[in-house]
RNA sequence: CGGGGCGUAGCGCAGUUUGGUUAGCGCGCAGCGUUCGGGACGCUGAGGCCGGUGGUUCAAAUCCACUCGCCCCGACCA
């Protein structure tokens, strides 16, 4: 390889096309989903539009989990989106969870109907409803089913992707024989998330266990995985719940075991939306725009061709079919030959849309039998020959996927804390600047929590599955701690 | 649901205090030409139920009443 140009782009711009986090996060956030075109307000509110550039981000998250999920022996169904009112009222904390963010319907075709219809804000009632049909015999199980759906929890603050009215998710939900299968399916499904996230998404997690208030709604005890993001906030991206046999008793989900005896089924939900597509962008982002994981990118690489004469315009133009052609299959690629727009503009653009690596080539390129690469994540141009590009470009996708990565990890490492002092931990959470992650030790009681949050409104993220093994009092009222938890603000 | 703010072109705003003829500016959009290696420029042009309803008036974006919607801040959350 010859000898490479490096230099930093120069940073000077002539205007400032979206407001910088540091000014005015939430709204940073707002505006680069909007022009970056991820997404757009809906007519109703609390409530998005995802456009394409967004939602291609979303179906290579399908893809990926998809095939992460038949690998773990899971099969996809469909389930309504209509459950009747009186499903959710069988298990008793759910309801309770659930109710006040439910969306009712009452009517249908002009007629009031006999029973409302809940639109689903997650469907284990009515699988388990299906589920207490389907399984008769120990030999029916394990059974594991996945979902692809949108579900409605009508929230009254929203945020794009974070929370919005409704939303795109998978649910898994899986019955089987024993507490210890079904334990070890909720953590093998975290493990999941886990290996996404940190492997595709770039987003480093703390995966652990939720706390007795912050749990799920009808599970016995739920897991995340909870990422940092830019402004130091914790964001769930992703959980998973052993259920227990709270819903089994409540459908009367049954099986007759090998000794002919009528058993309850153990059961697992898990779930991760595109809240996740929020955890990237918060991440990864920066004062330019998006920077999107190669792994996850709709376009991997934009080829941006320069020309001034139409000569020169036509041969470029035949260099990047070329190397389209050389690349197409393994990577995936957009090239801007738009009219009109200066190269200066395009980079820019492509920048905000967090494009991972741009290709220019033009005239003086041409000579040299060159081309130049610019990485989104460091924003370094390189010039490389043309020989030897495909594996090059792969090579360096590689090495921004793991450098976006170790740079998330480097910065939650650098935000996360041990304290042990309640008032020390008063300080930090003070003011509308979140602190980033406090671990600490922590007694575990829900009214313990409900006060550390009303004083400081930082919540309990997990107690996260590492831990010393040692022994201490808890931060805030001194009783005898066994683990340490993660305490943050979050969204 | 309580407190604060805002509705004028696709977006951001001015005009409203003190009513007056054709409602303006920037960005964006369309056409043409010159440009093109880090956010180019000129010319021409399209685009408005001034959130809605009712009232006052010779006359309402402007004054009055009601109403609808949105944003921000406080109790819930993948």
Redesign the pocket.
């Known amino acids: 390889m010859n000898s490479e140009h490096i230099y930093l ?2 940073v ?7 407001t910088p986090r540091s000014e005015d996060y ?1 709204r940073w956030y ?1 505006e680069v989903i909007q022009k970056a075109e991820l997404a757009d ?1 809906a007519p ?3 409530c998005m539009v995802i456009r394409p550039y967004g939602y291609a981000l979303w179906e290579n998250i399908q893809d990926t989990l998809n095939s992460m999920f038949k690998a773990t022996g899971h099969k996809n169904a469909y389930f309504p989106l209509f459950i009747p009112e009186s499903f959710l009222k069988k298990e008793a904390e759910h309801v309770e ?1 659930f109710a ?2 439910l969306a009712v319907v009452t009517i249908g075709g002009g007629k009031e109907l006999e029973e409302p219809l809940v639109v689903r804000p997650t469907s284990e009632t009515i699988i388990n409803h299906m589920f207490a049909q389907w399984i008769h015999s120990y030999r029916d199980l394990p059974l594991l089913l996945n979902q692809w759906c949108n579900v409605v ?1 009508w ?5 794009l ?5 409704e ?1 795109l ?1 998978q649910e898994g939900h899986t019955a089987h024989a024993t507490a210890e299968e079904s334990e070890a399916e909720a953590r093998r499904m975290l493990g999941v998330y886990q290996n996404f996230a940190e492997n595709f998404g770039a987003v480093p997690v703390i995966p652990g266990r939720k706390s007795e ?2 749990k ?2 009808g599970a016995v005890v ?1 897991y ?1 995985i909870e990422a940092m993001m830019g402004d130091k906030r914790a964001l ?4 998973s719940h052993n259920l227990g046999q709270n819903f089994a008793k409540a459908f009367g989900t049954q099986y007759l075991d090998k000794n002919n005896v009528l058993q309850y089924v153990w059961q697992t939900s898990w ?5 996740f597509i929020g955890a990237i962008i918060m991440v990864h982002g920066d004062d ?2 998006l920077i999107l994981p190669p792994k996850l990118a709709p376009t991997q690489v934009v080829i941006v061709p ?5 000569e020169d ?1 036509a041969r470029v133009l035949a260099a990047v079919d070329q190397i389209k052609a050389d690349l197409g299959a393994q990577v995936r690629i957009e090239v801007d030959d738009r ?11 492509w ?2 849309r967090g494009v991972p690596l ?1 290709l ?7 000579e040299q039998a060159n ?2 690469l ?1 990485r989104r994540d460091t ?1 370094q ?1 390189v ?1 490389v020959p043309q020989a030897g590009l495909l594996p090059h470009i792969l090579q360096t996708l590689d090495e921004i996927q793991s450098n976006m990565f170790t740079r998330a990890k480097d910065f939650m490492d650098a935000n996360t804390f041990d304290v042990s002092d309640y008032g020390q931990f008063k300080e930090m959470m003070q003011g ?1 600047e979140a602190a980033g992650f406090v671990r600490a030790y922590w007694c575990g009681d829900r009214g313990c929590e409900a006060q550390i ?2 004083e400081t ?1 930082a919540t309990s993220r997990c107690i996260p599955f590492e831990q010393d093994g040692t022994q201490g009092v808890c931060f805030h009222c001194g009783r005898p701690a066994t683990e340490k938890v993660i305490f943050a603000k ?2």
């Not at 769930?236 to 959980?239: R, V």
């Not at 320069?306 to 139409?310: A, E, N």
């Open positions: 782009i120069g000077v711009m002539s205007q400032q096309k979206v939430s707002t307000y109703v509110r609390g969870g006040p963010e929890r929230e009254l603050r929203t945020r992707f974070l929370r919005t009215l939303f998710w208030s912050e799920f709604a739920s995340s769930q991206s992703g959980t779930g991760l939306s595109t809240r330019q725009g320069i020309w001034r004469k139409d315009k009219e009109g727009f200066t190269p200066g503009f395009k980079f820019n653009e920048e905000l741009r220019e080539i033009g005239p003086k390129d041409l081309v130049v610019a924003r141009k010039t509308e949050k009303e409104r979050a969204y």
